[in-house]
């Protein structure tokens, strides 16, 4: 057995075997928590919210990546805008709360006062030559694609989610999400690496196994059962479903919503994927009895049945998009072995609870599938604990994606620490 423990990053990262997941250290070492702290989340584009977060002006959401504390605000011109939340007198932690609203932002330790645009506009007793306009809170760069929110830490983002948007707003837009309100959300703390949490997400292997509400809308096949791995009966289910896939997608392209799938994993700095699979059978949505769980359909659609609109990106998100519903995810890393999965489910705005949609039904499958993945990375974390641990093959017909997601990783990490 290799003795990993005092092996560092770079030469961890050198020997990195395509196909394999990656070297316990990766999962378990502060260190490279740290390297990943530095490396991805402090350089790329993070999803963090959506617009319905902060819906009117004044309202602001603050979100910890890392040591790095962000507000999110809706300003008065209905601009969403991001600070880092440090008040520039003494530093202080500027808004406490996840979800607030504000007039301004007033710091609580000697009461600094910053507009919704970040201005100082007040501080009593700092002198004559005190020069205001040179201590503004500092700005974070925040992108919204069609109402999902991104931000990055780096002083220069990567420049290519501009192509990511460019391909992904024509997805997102008939599901006018900015016209859609936070029905629910929840945080859970899953017992695993960051990048446990994403590699479950990126493969349903697990699917049949271990999610019973979620397994009743989705299509097995619908997630990378190639049919050189099936029998002969599975291999003509994967045929007719790659049919219906097409058919679908021709449909709904036609009719004007863009469905065919977009793979740009592990060959950008933004890395995405993007694609609207239909459901089994008649299901129409995320929801124990398959069925539109919101009455009032999102955006464009009068068609209850849309299939599910799956958008992934590097590093750090996933999301469904149905004809009556969204649910977005958003993995933000605590610590080596924790990290915080927070969920939100989106309805039209003008729907209402108890006549149009029931918080319950709603929220079902992905509390319980959520709780599922979660017991399903601590297996994995408490396994790389093991010195028995080591690199196990992925499955070359259902975790692809899994792969992809190592190789963008490993990417991105080589370009700063290795070589
Ligand atoms: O997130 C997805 O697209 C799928 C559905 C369930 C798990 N995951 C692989
Ligand atoms: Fe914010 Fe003093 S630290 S006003
Ligand atoms: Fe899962």
């Known amino acids: ?57 004044g309202d602001a959401m603050v979100v910890d990546i890392g040591g790095t504390s962000v507000v999110i605000v809706r300003d008065d011109d209905m601009n969403v805008v991001a600070f880092h939340n440090v008040c520039r007198h003494r530093g202080a932690r500027l808004v406490h709360d996840y979800k607030t609203t504000v007039g301004n932002l007033v710091c609580r330790y000697h009461a600094w006062t910053y507009g919704l645009d970040g201005k100082l506009m007040f501080a009593e007793h700092m002198g004559e030559n005190f020069d205001m306009s040179c201590h503004g809170l500092k700005p974070v760069h925040l992108r919204s694609l069609e109402g999902l929110l991104f931000l990055c830490l780096a002083d220069e983002p990567p420049a290519d989610f501009d192509d990511m948007a460019a391909v992904m707003a024509p997805y997102l837009a008939p599901h006018d999400l900015r016209n859609t309100k936070v029905a629910f959300e929840m945080d859970i703390v ?10 479950n997400n990126r493969e349903c292997y697990h699917c049949a196994g271990n999610h019973p509400e979620l397994t009743v809308p989705l299509f097995a096949e619908g ?42 994993l592990d060959d950008m700095v933004t890395g995405y994927r993007a694609e609207r699979l239909p459901l089994d059978g008649d299901a129409e949505s995320h929801t124990l009895d398959t069925k539109a769980a919101c009455k009032k359909l999102m ?78 990375v601590g297996y994995c974390q408490t396994g790389a604990r093991s010195p028995a641990y080591e690199p196990g093959p992925y499955s070359p017909h259902t975790e692809m994606l899994v792969e992809r997601f190592c190789n963008w990783y490993v990417g991105r990490m080589t370009e700063v620490h290795g070589l």
């Open 1 to 57: 057995m290799l003795d990993i423990t005092s092996t560092p990053l770079k030469s961890l990262l050198h020997r990195r075997r395509p196909g394999y997941s990656l070297e316990a250290p990766f999962y378990l070492s502060p260190e490279i928590f740290a390297a990943d702290m530095e490396t991805i989340f402090q350089r790329h584009w993070i999803f963090v919210g959506v617009e319905p977060d902060v819906p009117e002006p």
């Open 190 to 199: 899953e017992p695993g690496n960051w990048k446990l949490t994403m590699e």
């Open 223 to 264: 997630f990378g059962f190639a049919p050189e791995s099936l029998d002969e009966a599975g291999r003509l289910q994967a045929e007719r479903y790659s049919c219906l896939v097409n058919e679908n997608h021709g449909d709904w392209e036609k009719a004007g919503f863009p469905s065919r799938c977009q793979e740009h």
């Open 299 to 376: 955006g464009k659609f009068t068609n209850h049945k849309m299939g599910a609109l799956h958008f992934w990106t590097q590093p750090n998100s996933w999301h469904h998009f149905m004809a009556d519903h969204a649910v977005t995810f958003s993995v933000l890393p605590l610590d080596a072995e924790h990290s915080l999965l927070r969920t939100k489910w989106l309805v039209h705005k003008d729907a209402v609870e108890g006549v149009d949609y029931d918080v319950e039904n709603l929220k079902a499958v992905w509390v319980a599938t959520n709780d599922q993945d979660s017991t399903l």
